[in-house]
């Protein structure tokens, strides 16, 4: 088989400004991951590593560079699975961590389980030498600024419609 | 969201995803990104697949495990992309976009948002694109 190493960097209206870092950032992943593999990595290696790419990347809305939270905190999901097995491992809402896609292969290759979630997953961890970050490690500019608009916006809307339901998020994965 | 989906020499694959969610989201809410068979899948007797969009709807159409399906009918991994964004856009108004390659190499990309950033590196060519339609190749 012809190996290949293929990445995205999410769907969604990604606007002008930001084009050309993100296709930059795409193409930098690819090439680390394939690096990996022509290195004599394993598949999951190479996934592993496009990945962190991506998430070390304020460019993308994962690792650093999440967006926020109505609690203006950052929390973040991951999944990584081996075809070979069909093991997974996943976290979800995880706090205060670089990588999440590293936590989330520690969960599939150290656990019996698929995923871990919340506190439970920042323990765990934890207790396998991942080191917390301070959460203003994660955050841009952008991502205050983008809660920031949401806030003022949909403020404005209630106001103008005499909304009393809790907004709507905006955006997605 | 990012994701990553790979096969190597041997035909093993694996997938990726990882996301900070949605802006403004209620704290505790998790999407589709950490669930298997929704925000990725891989098995190697058919392909890999990384998904991104509306995790919500992601989720209620399991979309990484039907373009898998659709995938092991035969079907050619772009078509099995988008048969499963047609899905889920007819049957829950979802929007979004997914990477997948196949257990012998063959790759996909597609999505029904406005954009997706993508790229691959397939013998010895970098592939790139973030616009519908869009493909742009380079030698390495």
Known sequence: VEPVVVVHGGAWAVPEELWDESLQGVKAAARRGYGVLTAGGSSVDAAEASVVCLEDNPVFDAGTGSVLTFDEQVEMDAIIIDGTTMEAGAVGAIRNVLNPVKVARLVMEKTDHIMLVGDGANKFAAAHGVQEVDPEVLITSLARQTLAKYKKYTSTVYHLFNKTEKPETSGHE | ?140
């Open chain 2, 1 to 140: 969201t990012v994701g990553c989906v790979v096969v190597d020499r041997e035909g093993h694959t694996s997938c990726a995803t990882s996301t900070g969610g949605i802006t403004a989201k209620m704290p505790g809410r998790v999407g589709d990104t950490p669930i298997v068979g929704a925000g990725g899948f891989a098995d190697d007797q058919v392909g890999a697949v990384s998904t991104t969009g509306h995790g919500e709807a992601i989720m209620k159409a399991c979309l990484a495990r039907h373009i898998t399906s659709v995938m092991g009918t035969g079907e050619s991994v772009k078509s099995s992309i988008q048969n499963g964004l047609a899905h889920m856009e007819s049957r829950i108004k979802g929007f979004g976009g997914a990477i997948a390659v196949s257990c012998k190499g063959e790759v996909g990309t597609h999505f029904s948002t406005p954009r997706m950033t993508w790229a691959y590196i397939q013998a010895g060519k970098l592939h790139y694109g973030i616009h519908p339609n869009q493909h742009v190749t380079e030698d390495l």
